[in-house]
T-cell receptor
Framework: QKEVEQNSGPLSVPEGAIASLNCTYS??????FFWYRQYSGKSPELIMS????GDKEDGRFTAQLNKASQYVSLLIRDSQPSDSATYLC???????????FGKGTTLSVSS | GAGVSQSPSNKVTEKGKDVELRCDPI?????LYWYRQSLGQGLEFLIY????????KSGLPSDRFSAERTGGSVSTLTIQRTQQEDSAVYLC?????????????FGSGTRLTVV
């Protein structure tokens, strides 16, 4: 059973701090990794993708991938109250089926 | 269209009735996916269409669920003899390439309530 695991949270950080969200996956053959943001009552929105080991930065967001440890993380710098949402980690697998999603981590940024 | 369009946005149905949910993907996106999300749960994969290939139905929870995609574009998810456990948000997504290699774009979803 292929799995994507995330801490459900809530993760609470003060405005301006760095939020760190973590995800592990079970399929060692996974090749594509994504972070989605989902506001309450809304559909998921793609915010980051990463395919190679290392870091990928986009504005205040940095995705980190370590395939040896089967670990993906998302760092949000200078967190804002508008970043308060559930963050979903998604992984595709080598078998070619659809993305497998974690259950998400709820982030709360207080002003 | 500019985004993935789903209809209806909300559907309340009586237990035992059949329902049809519609998805119109982004123009040019060859891959189309259906997921459902129950309250407090993650996204559960249901079915995947890629171009003219046979769909991957491995996520459909029972034979009451079926889906089709006509002309490589619009898709309809049908749930027969609905049960209360079918209540969820049904999300459709499309992608420019197979397997979601470049990530998906989701529609706004259909909230299904079975009473």
């Amino acid at each position: 059973q292929k799995e994507v695991e995330q801490n459900s949270g809530p993760l609470s950080v003060p405005e301006g701090a760095i939020a760190s969200l973590n995800c592990t996956y079970s399929d060692r053959g996974s090749q594509s990794f994504f972070w989605y943001r989902q506001y309450s009552g809304k559909s998921p929105e793609l915010i980051m993708s990463i395919y190679s080991n290392g870091d990928k930065e986009d504005g205040r967001f940095t995705a980190q991938l370590n395939k040896a440890s089967q670990y993906v993380s998302l760092l949000i710098r200078d967190s804002q109250p508008s970043d308060s949402a559930t963050y979903l980690c998604a992984v595709n697998d080598q078998a070619g089926t659809a993305l497998i999603f974690g259950k998400g981590t709820t982030l709360s940024v207080s002003s | 269209g500019a985004g993935v369009s789903q209809s209806p946005s909300n559907k309340v149905t009586e237990k035992g009735k059949d329902v049809e949910l519609r998805c119109d993907p982004i123009s040019g996106h060859t891959a189309l996916y259906w997921y459902r999300q129950s309250l407090g749960q993650g996204l559960e994969f249901l079915i995947y269409f890629q171009g003219n290939s046979a769909p991957d139905k491995s996520g459909l929870p029972s034979d009451r669920f079926s889906a089709e995609r006509t002309g490589g574009s619009v898709s309809t998810l049908t749930i027969q003899r609905t049960q209360q456990e079918d209540s969820a948000v049904y999300l459709c997504a499309s992608s420019v390439a197979r397997q979601g290699t470049y990530g998906y774009t989701f529609g706004s979803g259909t909230r299904l309530t079975v009473v």
